[in-house]
């Protein structure tokens, strides 16, 4: 289990062959990558994320663990940036690794899920036309209802 | 007690400050949050609406009823936006 | 949308960064990569996987161009082996891309669940006791409901 | 008419070939498979069981009630174990 919540950024090419050479016992590894998008309407000129140093940490640390027991995962990895973000640029890397398919891809799906609204990030866009916060949504809230 | 308050976000922006130290005798953190918005205008403004406040007592998600006795850092944010 | 099927081995590393570097618009990054797994008990020596030449691309390629289509995709790349594949070896490559994260989960998911059960391939399993062909799981085909 | 039949996994093992040329004048797969089983002990023990046998007209997936009539190839298989 490795976690890293780090400003500079992580190349996510060589982290599937650091999980995928692990354990014998390996049948299935997903990936998550979450990249800054840009609005063609409104393109946006960077992104700033701040966070909770320290809190940030413990939460996560407790949602792997969490992920880990329930779906008896064999490993799993979460990178996630702080700092300036520009267009394309990585923000954040989930993989998971078990024995069969369904249990790595469940896990990662709940993880990122749980990483979206309950790890202490908060993202603002600046755009040409301004800057803003941006705000959580609905739908976020609705989808940790899945894992109950 | 004095305790560490920390502001994120646009309440961070509003508020002026990421964080400080508050001498409180509050129990709850709405207690809390009563005294805050006695420190002027721009805490009043930011603490306006609670609906959507999120709050952490020692890194701990808690809500505005939870007890703050003996913590020492208490968090006010908006609903987090990472992954 | 990149189709393999392929005899020699691939490399999972920089199929992601590829897929990365496509399209301002992508936000999201699934990938699956499922491996020769190896039991303790019963440790495998060699799988071999059988296919059916020409119809497998067809098949795999009408598959991908259903989750392009349904969750409105910016990419998908399936890579398959056949041949002779020892513990360790990956055996299949899935990555799918979108702007958001649920439609790239989904489509990933989507796509493993068809591979396993309506692409024509076939797995022996050879072990110190001999050797077995792999036999299709009831759970595979039950999962496949899941998308109708 | 003659058509190319594929064995693939057990049943191509069973047959012991992977592909042959059958003239045929099956309207249907299971007439085929009538007329397979007739050829020796090895399709018949290949077919006796055909619950959970797959077959393939010119590669697209059918069933056993399929027509196969101006078809060039037809595939038998166990169900898929890809993935």
Chains 1, 3 share one sequence.
């Not at chain 1, 954040?92 to 993880?111: G, P, Q």
């Not at chain 2, 930011?46 to 406040?53: G, I, M, V």
Request: hydrophobic residues 40%; glycine residues 6%; proline residues 4%.
């Amino acid at each position: 289990m490795k976690l890293s919540v780090q400003e500079e950024p992580f190349f996510p090419d060589g982290k599937i062959g650091h999980f995928s050479n692990q354990n014998q016992e390996t049948g299935a590894i997903v990936t998550f990558l979450g990249k800054v998008r840009s609005d063609l309407e409104n393109p946006l000129e960077y992104m700033l994320i701040e966070h909770y140093p320290g809190m940030t940490e413990k939460v996560i640390e407790k949602i792997m663990a969490e992920a880990v027991k329930r779906w008896n995962l064999i490993d799993c990895l979460v990178i996630h940036r702080y700092g300036k973000l520009t267009p394309g640029e990585d923000i954040v890397l989930v993989a998971t690794s078990s024995k069969h398919r369904r249990e790595a891809f469940e896990a990662a799906d709940y993880l990122m899920d749980f990483l979206k609204s309950r790890a202490p990030f908060w993202k603002k866009e600046v755009t040409q036309s301004g800057e803003s916060w941006v705000e959580s949504k609905e739908i976020d809230e609705v989808a940790l209802d899945r894992w109950k | 007690m004095t305790v560490r308050v920390l502001y994120f976000s646009w309440l961070r922006e509003r508020i002026g400050v990421p964080s400080e130290s508050i001498e409180t005798e509050a129990v709850r953190v709405n207690d809390l949050l009563d005294e805050l918005r006695k420190k002027g205008e721009r805490y009043k403004l930011a603490f306006t609406q609670t609906s959507s406040l999120c709050v952490a007592i020692d890194q701990e998600l808690g809500d505005m009823d939870s007890d703050i006795t003996g913590a020492e850092e208490i968090a006010f944010f908006p609903p987090m936006t990472g992954g």
